[in-house]
Structure formats: structure tokens, C-alpha cells
């Protein structure tokens, strides 16, 4: 029986049991690649013949560790510059979390909620009252001054002229004939 793949075989489960599931990142609010410094460890094993007139060999094994440090802005700065950003997103995103009542009895967004209470995002109030689009309005106003200038996809927004009358609310609508099979 081979000890060495058994060996192997044992640490490979005793490391498996450390290891924990990857999770996805959201890519919307990551960290963007800041890394302060890695630590690594690997082991290491050499044989080495020799075929001198002894024909001697000689094993080496060894552990190394290997801290990297990553040049650029320093590892406080970039912290910071994430954060920044997480809490500029939280500032867009709050306006739709506080409105929407449901997500505060879901336990699966206590973490958001918690961190979007108290937070009242400012209003836009150039958006015109009655739903449609200040672009929209704007081309009408323009179309009636100039009814004589043609445009892409010309036509006034609005009730559609259509040709089919709608009955009206007491109308009978007559049955459908039978089929005769």
C-alpha cells in the first residue's frame, strides 16, 4: 500500500474541511480589486541524483512563506475609496428601499434596510405631473407652433385618433353562433 498517496489523500480532506463556498460577488458594489497584500504557502520537494561514481542522492524539502505587497495608493486610501462608493450607491438605491413597505418584513433584506433607515433621498421635481415625458410635452408644443415642419416618427402624443368607436357601457355584445360539428 502506497502511504504517500494516503498522506495526501488525508491533508487534502483536512484542507477541504477549512475551505468555505464561494459566494458571487456582486460586481456592482465590490471592492473593485483592492488588495492590501497576500499571504501565501507552499511546500516544496527535491530530488536530486547525482551520477557521480557514488551515484549518491539527495532530497531537500522545505515550507516557504511569501507575504506580496501591492505598490499604489496605500491600503487605508482605497478602503476608504470603496466605502465611498457603496455609500453613493446606497444614496441612489435608498429612495426605492424606503418606499417599497414589503422589504422591511422580509428577513432577507434586514441588512439593507437597516442601513437604508433614515436616509430621504432629495426629490427631482423637474419631472412634469401627469407622467409623461418633458421631451414629449416639448416636441407637442413645438409641432403646434410649427405644424408645417416634419419630423422623425411625427405625431402629436396623445389620445390616438382611432376609427373604431367604443359602445357604450349598457351595449349588449352579441353571442357567438354555435359551431356545428
Given at each position: 500500500?502506497?502511504?504517500?498517496?494516503?498522506?495526501?489523500?488525508?491533508?487534502?480532506?483536512?484542507?477541504?474541511?477549512?475551505?468555505?463556498?464561494?459566494?458571487?460577488?456582486?460586481?456592482?458594489?465590490?471592492?473593485?480589486?483592492?488588495?492590501?497584500?497576500?499571504?501565501?504557502?507552499?511546500?516544496?520537494?527535491?530530488?536530486?541524483?547525482?551520477?557521480?561514481?557514488?551515484?549518491?542522492?539527495?532530497?531537500?524539502?522545505?515550507?516557504?512563506?511569501?507575504?506580496?505587497?501591492?505598490?499604489?495608493?496605500?491600503?487605508?486610501?482605497?478602503?476608504?475609496?470603496?466605502?465611498?462608493?457603496?455609500?453613493?450607491?446606497?444614496?441612489?438605491?435608498?429612495?426605492?428601499?424606503?418606499?417599497?413597505?414589503?422589504?422591511?418584513?422580509?428577513?432577507?433584506?434586514?441588512?439593507?434596510?437597516?442601513?437604508?433607515?433614515?436616509?430621504?433621498?432629495?426629490?427631482?421635481?423637474?419631472?412634469?405631473?401627469?407622467?409623461?415625458?418633458?421631451?414629449?410635452?416639448?416636441?407637442?408644443?413645438?409641432?403646434?407652433?410649427?405644424?408645417?415642419?416634419?419630423?422623425m416618427n411625427d405625431k402629436?402624443?396623445?389620445?390616438?385618433?382611432?376609427?373604431?368607436?367604443?359602445?357604450?357601457?349598457?351595449?349588449?355584445?352579441?353571442?357567438?353562433?354555435?359551431?356545428?360539428?
Amino acid at each position: 500500500m502506497n502511504y504517500y498517496f494516503t498522506g495526501v489523500l488525508i491533508i487534502l480532506f483536512v484542507v477541504l474541511s477549512f475551505m468555505q463556498p464561494a459566494y458571487p460577488r456582486n460586481e456592482y458594489l465590490n471592492e473593485y480589486g483592492v488588495r492590501c497584500g497576500e499571504m501565501e504557502i507552499s511546500t516544496e520537494r527535491r530530488d536530486t541524483n547525482y551520477n557521480y561514481s557514488d551515484s549518491s542522492s539527495n532530497e531537500q524539502q522545505g515550507i516557504r512563506f511569501t507575504y506580496r505587497k501591492y505598490l499604489g495608493t496605500d491600503c487605508k486610501t482605497s478602503k476608504e475609496n470603496v466605502a465611498i462608493k457603496q455609500q453613493l450607491e446606497l444614496m441612489k438605491m435608498c429612495g426605492r428601499v424606503n418606499s417599497n413597505p414589503s422589504l422591511v418584513y422580509n428577513s432577507n433584506f434586514d441588512l439593507l434596510v437597516s442601513k437604508c433607515r433614515g436616509v430621504t433621498p432629495a426629490r427631482d421635481n423637474t419631472r412634469p405631473s401627469d407622467s409623461k415625458s418633458l421631451w414629449d410635452d416639448m416636441k407637442d408644443d413645438y409641432k403646434k407652433e410649427n405644424p408645417d415642419v416634419k419630423l422623425m416618427n411625427d405625431k402629436i402624443i396623445g389620445p390616438k385618433k382611432s376609427k373604431l368607436k367604443i359602445p357604450p357601457k349598457n351595449y349588449i355584445l352579441p353571442l357567438p353562433k354555435p359551431k356545428n360539428d
